[in-house]
């Protein structure tokens, strides 16, 4: 399916962003959560939907882990 790749692709790119916003420590940091947020639920459906257990189990603990930071970062 097209859809799971545009997924797979926009969950990658807004991982790294988020990763690369968080790392600077700078005050837009905030937003790599936001990033990492839609990162883990973009990448938790492909997983979903391609059956993989172990991923979809990492990123739903990812998702709840980034739910924490961007209740802490706002």
């Known amino acids: 399916m097209i859809i799971n790749k545009i997924f ?3 969950g990658a790119i807004c991982g790294v962003a988020g990763a690369v ?8 940091s ?3 959560f936001v990033l990492f947020l839609i990162s883990s ?3 938790g459906v492909v997983s979903w939907q391609r059956n993989m257990q172990y991923l979809l189990t990492m990123q739903t603990v990812f998702f709840w882990i980034n739910v924490v930071g961007v209740i802490r970062w706002f």
């Open 41 to 43: 639920i973009l990448l």
């Open 8 to 10: 797979e692709m926009v």
């Open 30 to 32: 905030k937003y790599g």
């Open 21 to 28: 916003l968080v790392s600077l420590n700078i005050p837009q």
